[in-house]
């Protein structure tokens, strides 16, 4: 099947710096990807969709330039997480579906715990 | 009111047993839907889709009833790697999947 990867799994950051995260489809070309974030005994929050090539469409709510998005590649979109807070610590899960996919399935990375102290 | 709404559980049954889990979605024009699972710090993974004439895979069954906006799934002859969140997922549009909080299961001996 389908594999996408994140980069890191984990990571600890201090409060006020900036975290950039990467998905890659590994084995497929992905015209969209998309960003979730799922706090402790919650659901998965898309908050955004990336399309190849042109500007992530937010979702309400979500502060686009706090949460940077870009996919420059078919293979990659990065999700830069900036003057993070401790609030921001969640796990952050990538998506994204194939060129060629007429089922419009999401195929899902491992995700990135990040923990702002 | 949540767009897709769960029991979060615990459900905790023997192995063997037979669980339901159900779900109700609020959008009425939501046009596909599912069940994911998710292992503890894991991504979710597809379980099955559910379709409105009913479908089966294995011990797992998904009905879907579209005039009550209601999906259910059945899990038969529990194992103890069945333990885990259970997601009820719905899309509308060709994109957008709106995630339930989940059901927790937990089989034990």
């Known amino acids: 099947g389908a594999v996408v990867s994140q980069h890191p799994s984990w990571v600890i950051c201090k409060s006020g710096t900036s975290v950039k995260i990467e998905c890659r489809s590994l084995?497929?070309?992905?015209?969209?990807m998309f960003w979730y974030r799922q706090f402790p005994k919650q659901s998965l929050m898309l908050m955004a969709t990336s399309n190849e090539g042109s500007k992530a469409t937010y979702e309400q709510g979500v502060e686009k330039d706090k949460f940077l998005i870009n996919h420059a590649s078919l293979t990659l979109s990065t999700l830069t997480v900036t003057s993070a807070h401790p609030e921001d610590s969640s796990f952050y899960i990538c998506s994204a579906r194939g060129i060629r996919d007429l089922s419009y399935e999401q195929y899902f990375g491992p995700g990135t715990r990040l923990t702002v102290t | 009111r949540k767009e897709v709404e769960q029991d979060p559980g615990p459900f905790n049954v023997p192995e063997g047993a037979t669980v339901a889990f159900n779900c109700t979605y609020s959008?009425?024009?939501?046009?596909?839907f599912f069940w994911y699972r998710q292992d503890c710090r894991k991504e979710p993974k597809l379980l099955m889709s559910v379709y409105s004439s009913g479908n089966e895979d294995g011990r797992f069954t998904a009905q879907l009833n579209r005039a009550s906006q209601y999906i259910s799934l059945l899990i038969r002859d529990s194992k103890l790697s069945d333990s885990a969140t259970y997601l009820c997922v719905v899309r509308y549009n060709t994109d957008k999947l709106i995630f339930g909080t989940g059901t927790r299961l937990q089989v034990f001996p």
């Open positions: 959008n009425s024009a939501s046009q596909s």
């Open positions: 084995d497929f070309q992905a015209t969209t």
